[in-house]
């Protein structure tokens, strides 16, 4: 009779001639221990910050899909009210994946990364009083590199929803707008019998200053801003 196959077996004669068994264990905590100040000195860098202006990666390693020019993000963040800030402000979890993608970047490129942005709403980032996270690194000359993008994608108005608050003209708009819609819900002959063109307008007039006057008191009692002036502002009140 053949005797049957012990595959454990097997498996820990090969271990045995590739490695000492005797201190088998010791280099496998060795290791860990390696990966585990690898990943502090990761999360310590994206926590504390530094102000690194460019990495030297090796441009032969770099996907070039993931290269992009700081005018390229700007615009992206003030379309869809965004901030483009350093890691340190980022109140998030940065997923496990993301650390992973750093540690590889820095054993191909042979280097210790440094000068974390990250693109995201502001109510991820902790803000000093004054949805959709992508993790940057910056290359010099104003590119960066993106690194990890997770979470949810961003709602598909969002950018249309937002356009009305990229610049002072934009919300004029949007209360012109509102004010009408607000004018054409008012009853007709509510403040006389016929309905005629003058009385139209007066009430448009009447609810565009009183919209205003609302929109006036939010920007400046929350401190709210144009996106414009906020997309890599770390103030909350910019």
């Not at 032969?60 to 869809?80: A, G, T, V, W």
């Not at 940065?94 to 990250?118: C, N, R, T, V, Y």
């Not at 008012?186 to 009385?199: D, H, M, R």
């Amino acid at each position: 009779m053949i005797p049957k196959t012990n595959i454990e077996k097997k498996l820990s004669q090969l271990r045995n001639k590739q490695v000492d068994p005797s201190s088998w264990k010791l280099q496998i905590q060795a290791i860990f221990e390696k990966e585990k100040e690898k990943t502090d000195r990761i999360i310590g860098e994206l926590e504390a910050g530094s102000p690194v202006k460019e990495n030297n990666f090796v441009f032969d390693y770099l996907e070039s899909s993931n290269i992009y020019h700081i005018d390229q993000i700007k615009k992206i963040c003030i379309d869809y009210r965004l901030r483009f800030l350093d890691s340190k402000y980022f109140k998030g979890k940065i997923p496990q994946e993301a650390l992973s993608k750093i540690k590889d970047l820095e054993k191909m490129h042979q280097i210790e990364l440094g000068g974390f942005k990250i693109i995201a709403p502001s109510k991820l980032f902790k803000l000093a009083n004054a949805d959709d996270p992508l993790l940057f690194a910056p290359i010099g000359n104003d590119y960066y590199y993106l690194i990890h993008k997770w979470g949810d994608d961003l709602h598909p108005l969002r950018k249309f929803l937002m356009w009305f608050f990229k610049s002072f003209e934009n919300l004029l708009i949007l209360t012109f707008l509102v004010s009408l819609l607000i004018t054409f819900m008012v009853p007709q002959g509510l403040f006389s019998k016929e309905s005629n063109t003058s009385e139209f307008i007066m009430i448009f007039f009447f609810m565009f200053k009183s919209v205003a006057a609302v929109v006036l008191f939010y920007g400046f009692a929350l401190g709210k801003n144009f996106n414009t002036a906020i997309w890599n502002s770390k103030y909350f009140n910019a």
